[in-house]
């Protein structure tokens, strides 16, 4: 089997590459990456001299680098985005550009090849926001309510993915989650964010209330997940995945991670708040755990603690980054 793994060298796509070639080691797999700033080639070093490892650098939105690296491919997994909502809100038309068109190119591609699964990975965000005291949770019938430039442009590539089902027959599957943490999350995210401030000595910035809420999902059973779908998911659906938070607010998040690295609560800054912030995220999984026999192999607090300690090990990875062009974005967006 051959894989072509977009937006391979980012967070989740690092985590999928790395999943899929220790548990299907037989299996071709192609990373097809821009390396925007997001992207970071270091995250793959243990795969790198493996001969059924291919990265090619390239952009989505190129029609003629997507057709090339298209041939032969049998299972498209599409990871490659702009991803950060508060980069959406000052810079938009990237993410249009990106998520959107890049998206129907990879379509195209795909339908002209013939590929035989082309697997979309989505965001719980395109539902919109929920209410604090809302229980209703998001599931696969929900109507689309995307409310920032990022949530509004993965729903445009959703609405694509699944217009190419119906129009040329495309085999596709979508997966919706929600928010993924663990190794390799760019720091620029609340839970890495938090997690290196405090290694260096700086404040956890909490916009707003800090009661927003978000269902968060760790990288590893997200992974499994889209490889659940793959095998077993039916052609032309939808499946949500989500974690097991029992609903803690942003502050609660930051409270646990000060915890585990002895800092006391003197250590969280509240920060003006974001344009337009969806109050409360919420997925109902009980689909793709019926259906598929999906679950989260452990509680949010136990992968909390293996996420703390990774960027413990770690201080290498994320310093690199913190110290080199992430650095201006941080000064603009939390001023100085
Ligand atoms: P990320 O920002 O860490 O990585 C994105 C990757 O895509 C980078 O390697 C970047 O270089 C690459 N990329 C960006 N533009 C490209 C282009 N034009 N052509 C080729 N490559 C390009 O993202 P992530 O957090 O790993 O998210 C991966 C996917 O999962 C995205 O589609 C995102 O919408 C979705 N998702 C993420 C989360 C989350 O919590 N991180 C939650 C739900 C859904
Ligand atoms: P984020 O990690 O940016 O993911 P998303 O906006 O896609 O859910 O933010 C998660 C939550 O944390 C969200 O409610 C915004 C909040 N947040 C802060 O309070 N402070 C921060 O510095 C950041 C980056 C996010």
């Known amino acids: 089997m051959k894989l072509l793994v977009t937006g391979g060298a980012g967070f989740i796509g690092s985590n999928f590459v790395l999943y ?3 548990n299907h080691p037989e299996d071709q797999v192609i990373n097809f990456d821009k390396l925007t700033y997001a992207g970071n080639l270091e995250n793959l070093k243990e795969v790198e001299n493996n001969p059924n490892y291919t990265f090619v650098h390239g952009d989505i939105c190129d029609s003629g680098t997507v057709d090339k690296a298209m041939e032969g491919v049998d299972i498209v997994v599409h990871f490659a985005a702009e991803t950060h ?41 395109v539902f919109g926001s929920l209410e604090l005291e809302d229980s209703s949770k998001f599931n696969e019938r929900t109507s689309y309510n995307p409310r920032s430039p990022y949530a509004a442009s993965k729903a ?16 596709i599957t979508i997966t919706n989650c929600s928010n993924n943490f663990g190794p390799y999350m760019f720091p620029e995210k609340l839970i890495p ?22 269902d968060w999902l760790y990288v ?15 052609v032309g659906e939808t499946y949500l995945v989500g974690g097991m938070t029992a609903l803690a607010p942003n502050i609660e998040i930051a409270k646990k991670i000060l915890k585990l690295l002895g800092k006391d609560e003197s250590s969280i800054e509240f920060v003006k708040d974001r344009p337009g912030h969806d109050r409360k995220y919420d997925v109902d999984w009980s689909r793709i755990k019926n259906e598929l026999g999906w679950e989260p192999l452990y509680s949010f607090d136990e992968w909390l603690e293996k996420t703390v300690n990774w960027y413990k090990e770690n201080r290498a990875w994320w310093g690199r980054i913190k110290s080199g062009a992430y650095k201006a974005y941080y000064e603009k967006q939390y001023g100085g």
Request: one cysteine or more; glycine letters at 8%; proline letters at 3%.
């Open 156 to 171: 445009g590539s959703d609405h694509l993915v699944r217009a190419y089902h119906v129009t040329y027959g495309l085999p």
């Open 20 to 22: 899929w070639m220790k």
């Open 85 to 125: 909502v508060d980069r959406s809100i000052t810079g938009p038309a990237v993410f249009i550009n990106t998520n959107v068109m890049g998206t129907q190119v990879l379509l195209d591609a795909a339908a002209k090849h013939k590929v035989k699964r082309f697997h979309h990975v989505s965001t719980d965000e």
């Open 220 to 234: 590893e059973d997200h992974c499994r997940a889209i490889d659940l779908v793959l095998s077993k998911g039916k």
């Open 193 to 214: 964010l938090a997690i290196t401030n405090v290694l260096e000595d700086k404040k956890i910035p909490i916009y707003g209330d800090g009661l927003y809420v978000r």
